[in-house]
């Protein structure tokens, strides 16, 4: 989780020339540092334990819960959240008298390209973790 979070904020840097450190204590972008860690726990169990075991499959199936959530219900919030904030910009530009809401964070949830960047990079850490520390 703490490589894709790095990764995330060196991304950013490579991209657009800025240099944001806090991005790395926030949710959303690319890649999913949520779907890294939990395919890194998946992939140390099935390497560890087998793919038959039953603490795989438990694994495996709350990884899919995670990525499903970021893609579906935590994505769909982050796109209401950015349509709010467009509306109330609108009803700023009426009102004019110290109407001043906090925007919504709109970075909630992750693409599917997203968490699929965050899964490659969980299997190579769970790889890199099985093979580098005893």
Sequence with gaps: MLFAQVFKVLLIL?????WE?????ETGGMPSSHSAFV???????????G???PLFAACAVFSMIVMYDATG???S???QARLINELLEELRTVVRENFAPR???VLLGHTYLEVAVGILLG????????RWIP
């Design 123 to 130: 299997v190579l850490a769970g790889f890199v973790a099985f």
């Design 21 to 25: 450190p806090a991005r790395m204590l």
């Design 14 to 18: 490579l991209l657009t020339r800025r």
């Design 73 to 75: 219900v935590r994505r």
């Design 77 to 79: 919030s982050g796109l």
């Design 103 to 105: 925007p919504l964070r």
């Design 39 to 49: 395919v890194a726990l998946s992939t140390g169990v099935a390497l560890t334990q």
């Design 51 to 53: 793919l038959g075991s």
